[in-house]
């Protein structure tokens, strides 16, 4: 990546058949500012989707990005839950900030080792219930601060008229994943001592359903109006690019196959988990494998990784509930 970005750093422009604009040279300010020089190279890899001088990067990143929302918001889920308190899961911010640093396809794999292998299984939980409640009042700035902080920033980056903004607001979403995580801790902590309730502010159905509609929503309207095969989207080319907006299209194919992958490989073997707790039947259980095919074709990625977690935390919970 730093050998296709590195000249267009050295110019300080970025320039493409239609247009240029300047690279800012610098975005934050105190200690976050040494990571600038960083992030100035990550906006330039962005800028052929984001700036829209590579049409289908354009189309398949504005739909995996926005995947990441309800994926990212399980994992803040899942670190509300007793269970994971002070395991590997109890830290989200750590591992979608390195996302931001690695790839999240590189990332997202070990996150899911890390959650599979220290977090307690299902057996756990259910022969222990207290450790499988998910505790509201950690995520209760949840929904507003990703809607505000990821759904609009990566909106503004990729929607807005001028090149100009969606650079600024391509920089702007860098950090976001910390902001999140910062600002969920001290709004939910200042939510919590407020005199009326707002546990069903971290309800995940009404978390997961909000940003899994805008997800399917994104999703659909790509598959219905990009005019560009399915396989040319979202299937990356196997040989290595040479030219920088095909390489830079290339790894962010790979990136969300990644992530969605390893997602969906921890949600089989959570859906297995269930299994051999005795909380679903071995048939429900094949049935619902069988479908993740089908509901990510209908709903993308995103919104199916959300439905499905959904299914399996309501057969975690379904015990607990009648005690």
Not at 5 to 12: D, G, V
Not at 15 to 44: C, K, M, Q
Not at 180 to 204: C, E
Not at 301 to 309: C, D, E, I, K
């Amino acid at each position: 990546m730093a050998v296709h970005s590195t000249p267009i750093l050295q110019s300080s422009t970025i320039t493409w058949a239609t247009g240029s604009i300047p690279i800012l040279p610098n975005f934050h300010y105190g200690p976050f500012g040494i990571l600038d020089e960083y992030w100035r190279g990550a906006t330039v890899s962005f800028s052929p989707s984001s700036l829209g001088y590579d049409g289908v990067s354009a189309w398949q990143t504005f739909s995996f990005l926005n995947d990441l929302g309800p994926l990212y918001a399980v994992w803040w889920l899942e670190s509300a839950r007793v269970g994971n308190r002070w395991s590997p899961a109890y830290f989200p911010t750590l591992f979608t900030f390195a996302g931001q640093l690695l790839g999240i396809g590189s990332v997202g794999g070990i996150f899911y080792f890390l959650h599979h292998t220290f977090s307690p299984s299902p057996l756990t939980l259910h022969l222990t219930p207290q450790k499988k409640r998910l505790t509201p009042h950690p995520n209760t700035a949840l929904l507003p601060l990703f809607l505000v902080l990821h759904t609009f920033e990566i909106s503004a980056a990729y929607l807005s008229p001028s090149p100009q903004t969606r650079h600024y607001w391509t920089w702007a979403w860098q950090m976001t994943p910390l902001w999140i995580g910062v600002a969920n801790v001290v709004v939910s902590r200042f939510i919590k001592v407020l005199p009326f309730k707002t546990a069903g502010l971290a309800d995940p159905r009404l978390v997961l359903g909000t940003l899994g509609a805008v997800s399917a929503g994104v999703w659909l309207h790509t598959l219905l109006n990009s005019g560009v095969p399915f396989t040319t989207l979202f299937v990356p080319e196997m040989a290595a690019q040479e030219d920088f907006v095909a390489h830079m299209r290339r790894g962010l194919q790979f990136d969300q196959l990644c992530v969605f992958g390893a997602s969906f490989v921890w949600l089989v073997y959570a859906f297995f988990d269930l299994w051999f707790a005795g909380l679903v039947v071995g048939m429900e259980c094949l049935v619902m494998v069988a479908s993740l095919p089908v509901l990510v074709a209908l709903l993308g990625p995103g919104a199916a990784f959300a439905l499905a977690w959904y299914w399996r935390e309501s057969k975690l919970q379904a015990k607990l509930a009648k005690e």
